[in-house]
């Protein structure tokens, strides 16, 4: 097999080596089919089951309650940031944004095309380097949904409580940390997440919706954009992105087999602390998030000056390492340290760094 190196890209982002090898076995032909995933009928019988295992395995894997569907989109989290309001922003109603950074700038942008919004919570004063805290952040009484970004991918923080909204459905753009930690569905109106960050491959987004929620999609919406049709037909309104379904489909089996979310969260943590506790160890490091904010996800980072950090992101893609250079619109240096991304790249990228910092410290 050709060498992987560590892969710490934001998204499009690692995936289990398991599941690209089984990937790779099975592309020519499905055991049992003779036929690719991507060249059978999305209604055929094989397909029917690599989407309805997809779906159990999800209802497994996080406790799905009943009374919530689970679909399988296609426009990635961003046409999510139009479905939202589009279905669940009735007239005459209000919807909260918590505005934690760059993803929820973009969310309420296209809410306000739509109709009347709140923005509360707002940390942009500081970088979005942190979360709200309660005390900053005002609901609005019977609120159409409250939404938030469980993790901002770009600035590296990251929810580690649930907002103190008590009125309307929580709305969770989960796109970057999905599947990370323990999640009680049942505290939430609608979850959605593009694949490619910590599912599978881009072209496939998922939506968990609670079905009481599908009776606000108005029946004058455009079919492809209501989430009541997208239920209605299982997801197979249209021809669903059935190679995406498929891998996101062996990426939760991949969970499961860990050990599920309390598994992969005790792993996250480990990887998360041990790069926290490096960049924490000398003033050298520069992490950019407030502690109690940081993501177990995108560890973000910089150094003194531009010329160092320039220097770390050419001298680490020349050691081995992809994916470390910061977003173009913060600078610095970040570390997507996904689910599927290997506890070992955390540790020789560690050992890198106290490398890197003797010979410029
Ligand atoms: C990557 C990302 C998006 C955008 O996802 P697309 O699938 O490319 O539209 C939205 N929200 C968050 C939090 C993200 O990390």
């Keep these: 097999m050709t060498e992987r190196i560590f892969n710490f890209s934001s998204g499009p982002a690692v995936l289990p080596l398991p599941v690209l090898v089984q990937v790779q076995r099975d592309l020519v032909a499905l055991p049992g089919i003779g036929m690719s995933v991507m060249e059978i009928s999305h209604r055929s019988v094989p397909f029917e089951a690599i989407i309805g295992k997809a779906e159990a395995d999800i209802r497994t894997l996080a406790n799905v309650p009943d009374g919530y569907r689970i679909l399988f989109l296609q426009g990635g989290a ?66 159409a949904y409250v939404h938030m970004t469980s993790n901002n991918t770009i600035e590296g923080t990251q929810w580690q409580r649930l907002p103190g909204a008590d009125d309307g459905p929580l709305v969770s753009d989960a796109s970057s940390d999905i599947f ?136 680490s893609t020349a050691a081995g390492f992809d994916g470390l250079k910061g977003h173009r619109s913060v600078g610095g240096m970040r570390a997507s340290i996904y689910n599927a991304f290997p506890e070992d790249g955390v540790d020789r990228l560690i050992e890198f760094m106290r490398d890197f910092e003797g010979r410029n410290g």
């Design 78 to 143: 961003s046409l999510q940031f139009s479905m939202v309001p589009l279905n669940l922003l009735t007239e005459g109603r209000t919807a909260d944004y918590l505005m934690t950074g760059t993803w929820a700038d973009k969310a309420v942008k296209e809410a306000r095309r739509v109709g009347t919004v709140h923005e509360t919570g707002s940390t942009a004063a500081d970088g979005y380097n942190r979360i709200p805290t309660d005390a900053e952040c005002t609901f609005t009484p019977g609120a």
């Design 180 to 315: 990370s930690r323990p999640i009680d569905i049942s505290k939430y109106g609608l979850i959605y997440a593009g694949a490619q960050k910590n599912l599978g491959p881009s072209g496939v987004t998922l939506v968990i919706i609670r079905e009481d929620l599908l009776g606000r999609s108005s029946p004058s919406l455009h079919t492809m954009l209501s989430y009541a049709i997208q239920a209605e037909n299982g997801s197979l309104y249209n021809t669903p992105p059935v190679f995406g379904v498929y891998v996101l489909g062996l990426v939760i089996e991949w969970l499961l087999a860990l050990g599920g979310l309390p598994a992969i969260a005790a792993i996250n943590e480990r990887k998360a602390g041990k790069l926290y506790a490096e960049l924490d160890r000398t003033g050298f490091w520069r992490p950019t998030a407030q502690k109690d904010s940081r993501s177990r996800m995108n560890v973000t980072f910089r150094l003194a000056t531009e010329e160092l950090e320039k220097a770390f992101v050419k001298e």
